[in-house]
Each structure stands twice: as structure tokens, then as C-alpha cells.
């Protein structure tokens, strides 16, 4: 069965700085990307961006390049979502999510499986 | 980078109803769009890709249409199980891009 578990809740201050994570299993975890994407409170979802984990490849999102950093280990079939220096407006939910592959297949920026989210608050 | 402009934001319908959603692409990306049901509290599930096929369990009163810019999603006779936000999804690079969703009701 093909799982993306994410790390737990997080409450950090403004400037500070967060490592999140997806592991996967159930699956070959470095034959396919693996993105991520952000729900702010009562908004819509946005997708910020995907790693391979094969090759640690990357693409962001216009909107989140320079703001964020996907990564991902594959010894341990984990990707991480990670700032250096928080601010409140990074307050939402984040999930990882699988890319989806059919009938020989696949499309990096298009997700099946999810993960159950990460709520991320930052205040002071 | 390509837009998503999805319409109406909002729509309350009786159970029984067709109901349609719309999704404008800011250009042409073939087929390569997606539908994703998000029910509160809940995880996005993935319900048509390549504009008009249905996704592995999904009943059959979703389909979905469309190519180049102008796509729909539409539910043939709303349930009160589909109360959700739908978004769409261009997937035709390596990068997505969401549509801004639309909140279904049951009047």
C-alpha cells in the first residue's frame, strides 16, 4: 500500500527556521517526484513544487522559488520541505504528494496518493 | 507561467441538479488538466486527468471535458456526498499550476 506519512503540527516564531518532512513507502520511492503543496487557512491549494528523488532534480513554482527549499534523501525515502526564516503568512497546511503514473505514464506535476498534512502556525 | 481561472467561486444547487464547473487556462495546454474533489478537513482526491478520464473508483456522475483553454467538470446529479470544493489542476510541464477552486453546496 502506498503511504506519504508527514511529520507532525508546528508552532515557530517569525525568523525562524523549519525542516519538514514526507516519507514514503510502500512503493519505489526514488521512481517517482514527490511534491509539495500549500492551503493557507480557508484558501485554496497551491502547488509549490517537486523533487526526484532519484536524482534530487527539482522545479518550483514561480511563486515559491527562492522562498522555500525541497529536498529529499532517498536512503531513508524521505523529501522535506524547508525555510530559513519564517513569517506569519507561511501559516497553512502543507502536503506532500505522489506524482501519478497510469498505463505506462507519468506526470511529475500531477498527484494520486497524499499525504495526511502538516499544519504549520507562525506567530509571535 | 500559465493561470487557472476556475468559475463560478461558488455555486449552491438542489440534490438531484447537473452542475457544471468551468476552468479557463491563460493558454493552450492540450489536455493536460486535471480535477481534484476536496471534501472539509479532508486530503484532495484526484477525480478526472487528461481533461475526460475518470479516475479508478470515482462514480460515473462526474465527467469532465475540454482541450486547449476552456475545460469543465461536471456532475450529472449532485449528491449531498459531493458537497466539496473542486479545483482544477494544469499539469502540461513539470510545473502545476491550481485553479482558485469552487465551493459546491446542497440548497
Known amino acids: 500500500e502506498v503511504q506519504l506519512v508527514q511529520s507532525g503540527a508546528e508552532v515557530k516564531k517569525p525568523g525562524e527556521s523549519l525542516k519538514i518532512s514526507c516519507r514514503g513507502s510502500?512503493?519505489?520511492?526514488?521512481?517517482?517526484?514527490i511534491g509539495w503543496v500549500r492551503q493557507m487557512p480557508g484558501k485554496g491549494l497551491e502547488w509549490m513544487g517537486i523533487?526526484?528523488?532519484?536524482?534530487?532534480?527539482?522545479r518550483y513554482s514561480p511563486s515559491f522559488q527562492g522562498q522555500v527549499t525541497i529536498s529529499a534523501d532517498k536512503s531513508i525515502s524521505t523529501a522535506y520541505l524547508q525555510w530559513s526564516s519564517l513569517k506569519a503568512s507561511d501559516t497553512a497546511m502543507y502536503y506532500c504528494a505522489r506524482q501519478y503514473c497510469s498505463g505506462g505514464s507519468c506526470y511529475p506535476a500531477m498527484f494520486d496518493y497524499w499525504g495526511q498534512g502538516t499544519l504549520i502556525t507562525v506567530s509571535s | 507561467d500559465i493561470q487557472m481561472t476556475q468559475s463560478p467561486s461558488f455555486l449552491s444547487a438542489s440534490v438531484g441538479d447537473r452542475v457544471t464547473i468551468t476552468c479557463r487556462a491563460s493558454q493552450g495546454i492540450s489536455n493536460y488538466l486535471a480535477w481534484y474533489q476536496q471534501k472539509p478537513g479532508k486530503v484532495p482526491k484526484l477525480l478526472i486527468y487528461a481533461a475526460s478520464t475518470l479516475q479508478s473508483g470515482v462514480p460515473s456522475r462526474f465527467s469532465g471535458s475540454g482541450s486547449g483553454t476552456d475545460f469543465t467538470l461536471t456532475i450529472s446529479s449532485l449528491q449531498p456526498e459531493d458537497v466539496a470544493t473542486y479545483y482544477c489542476?494544469?499539469?502540461?510541464?513539470?510545473?502545476?499550476?491550481f485553479g482558485q477552486g469552487t465551493k459546491v453546496e446542497i440548497k
Open positions: 510502500g512503493y519505489s520511492f526514488t521512481d517517482y517526484w
Open positions: 523533487i526526484y528523488p532519484g536524482d534530487s532534480d527539482t
Open positions: 489542476l494544469n499539469y502540461n510541464s513539470a510545473l502545476g499550476t
